[in-house]
């Protein structure tokens, strides 16, 4: 069996490549360029049950500690739908269910990430 390989957190956000070099720069900064795995995909936690397969992954094969969730302005996977409240709701459901449905303890951060490049914590 392969030896075993572990990082601090799965990195979650959307694809929309307005705002990747925002994500790289804060990543690097924040928790370390090669300290995570990392999902991109449309809309971060619009598909719940798309990202949680992919955590519960990340816990199984990586030992992650923790769960970082980005939610941006202006996202098309939510259109019309997206505004700031809705994005924090399905961002503080996200951890809920993290908490609910994860055997182990993981640690979750949420953010709503401007057009701008600012991040905002969601608490
Ligand atoms: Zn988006």
Redesign the pocket.
Same mark, same amino acid.
Request: glycine share 24%; net charge negative.
């Given at each position: 069996m392969a030896e075993k390989h572990v990082t601090d957190a799965i990195v979650v956000h !959307?694809i929309?490549f307005r705002f990747q070099k925002y994500l790289n720069d804060w990543l690097n900064e924040k928790v370390g360029e090669g300290n995570y795995d990392r999902l991109s995909i %449309? /809309?971060s936690v619009f598909d719940f049950e798309a990202v949680f397969e992919q955590v519960q992954l990340s816990g199984r094969l990586h030992e992650i500690k923790k769960v970082i969730f980005i939610n941006?302005e202006d !996202? /098309? %996977?939510y259109g019309e739908a997206g505004s700031r409240e809705r994005h924090e709701v399905d961002l503080r459901a996200a951890r809920e269910k993290i908490g609910e449905r994860c055997v182990r303890d993981l640690e979750v951060e949420l953010y709503y990430l401007h057009l701008d490049g600012t991040f905002e914590k969601v608490s």
């Open positions: !959307c929309d %449309a /809309g941006h !996202c /098309g %996977a």
